[in-house]
């Protein structure tokens, strides 16, 4: 039982390039969600999803897009990546129960643009 | 919106002392979570503690326990008997419903430092 994997840990990236992070849960958990954190602030919601094939918005998404083609895993892109971009990305996935709010981070991705 | 504060950007503790880290939130719904994560040089969130809104009693867990004033909108991490380990970044949340799924919304964070 790994729980919540994701890859690659460290990239750095040029400005306009393009590029995916991949979260993969095995909990069998419903909703995903991808953070970012930056220096001096906590967690920032991007983008999440309440199913496969569902995605939404959430309090950062500019300049990201997000699959969920199936249920354990979490995608997340970014088409041209600028050096706004630089941060530590975290996907969390959690139950589906509406009084149930803990969710479970993976290890985090460092990336840096150039 | 909601709104998570945390009013003390750093703390140092003298090892086997206690500790608390402040954290005040404003939000309008009716049910919501509490959280407290530890996040280590290393970068991984660990959760720590959980207290749900209606719950009548403050949660312990171990070392930690959350001093939970519920008309404050307060939520306060009390470490006992600090240990060299426990210097990290801590991040209060809250936990709340969204139309489609739960969010969690985070402080700004507290670095502690133990001393030995």
């Known amino acids: 039982n790994a729980g919540v994997t994701q890859t690659p840990k460290f990239r750095v990236l040029k400005t306009g390039q393009s590029m995916t992070l991949l979260c993969a849960q095995d909990?069998?958990?419903?909703?995903m969600y991808w953070y970012r954190q930056d220096p001096g602030m906590g967690l920032r919601l991007i983008h999440y999803?309440?199913?496969?094939?569902?995605?939404a918005k959430g309090e950062v998404p500019d300049g990201y897009n997000v699959s969920r083609l199936k249920k354990q895993n979490f995608l997340l892109g970014l088409e041209s990546a600028a050096p706004s971009q630089t941060s530590v990305y975290f996907c969390?996935?959690?139950?589906?129960?509406?009084?149930?709010?803990?969710?479970?981070f993976g290890p985090g991705t460092r990336l840096t643009v150039t | 919106a909601q709104k998570i504060t945390q009013t003390q950007p750093g703390m140092f503790v003298q090892e086997k002392e206690a500790v608390t880290l402040d954290c005040t939130y404003d939000?309008?719904?009716?049910?919501?979570?509490l959280f407290w994560y530890k996040q280590p040089s290393s970068g991984e969130m660990i959760f720590l503690i959980y207290?749900?809104?209606?719950?009548?009693q403050n949660a312990t867990e171990g070392r930690y326990s959350l001093n939970f004033q519920k008309a404050r909108k307060s939520a306060n991490l009390v470490i006992s008997a600090s240990q060299l380990g426990d210097s990290a970044m801590y991040f209060c949340?809250?936990?709340?419903?969204?139309?489609?799924?739960?969010?969690?919304?985070f402080g700004a964070g507290t670095i502690l430092r133990v001393k030995s």
């Open positions: 909990m069998n958990h419903e909703y």
């Open positions: 939000t309008s719904d009716p049910s919501y979570g």
């Open positions: 949340a809250v936990g709340s419903p969204m139309e489609y799924g739960n969010k969690l919304v």
């Open positions: 999803s309440v199913g496969e094939g569902t995605t």
């Open positions: 207290q749900g809104s209606y719950d009548q």
């Open positions: 969390a996935s959690s139950y589906s129960r509406k009084s149930s709010y803990e969710q479970y």
